[in-house]
């Protein structure tokens, strides 16, 4: 099993950043899309930013309401998947989520693509 865990988390006042790490235990397909989602009460769990890890790999794909601010990334060791998050919002206010899908898939962002997830890092946003 893939196991993930977040980090990093926690309160800041808007314009802030905070970095979030999500830990990768393995990589059994040698090709996966690791992928930061957010959740907030009462909302649906939607996409932030996803990187593919394989051959050919290194892409990203951010949701709209996050690109020129955030970046995913992937650590030197490759067992670490990074989300700096910069002029940070209330509505990101949100619990995020790694999360990890085998090989190819056809939506990055739909939670449903993925098959492991983290047990989530809170992010407060104040304004």
């Known amino acids: 099993q893939v196991q993930l865990v977040e980090s990093g988390g926690g309160s800041v006042q808007a314009g802030g950043s905070l970095r979030l790490s999500c830990a990768v235990s393995r990589y059994p397909e040698g090709r996966m899309y690791i992928g930061w989602f957010r959740q907030a009460p009462g909302k649906e769990r939607e996409g932030v930013a996803t990187i593919y890890i394989g051959i050919g790999g290194g892409s990203t794909i951010y949701a709209d309401s996050v690109k020129g601010r955030f970046t995913i990334s992937q650590g030197n060791a490759g067992n670490t998947v990074y989300l700096q998050m910069n002029s940070l919002k209330p509505e990101d206010t949100a619990m995020y989520y790694c999360?990890?899908?085998?090989?190819?898939?056809?939506?990055?962002?739909?939670?449903?693509?993925?098959?492991?997830w983290g047990q989530g890092t809170q992010v407060t946003v104040s304004s």
């Open positions: 999360a990890a899908a085998g090989g190819w898939i056809r939506t990055p962002g739909l939670p449903n693509e993925y098959t492991y």
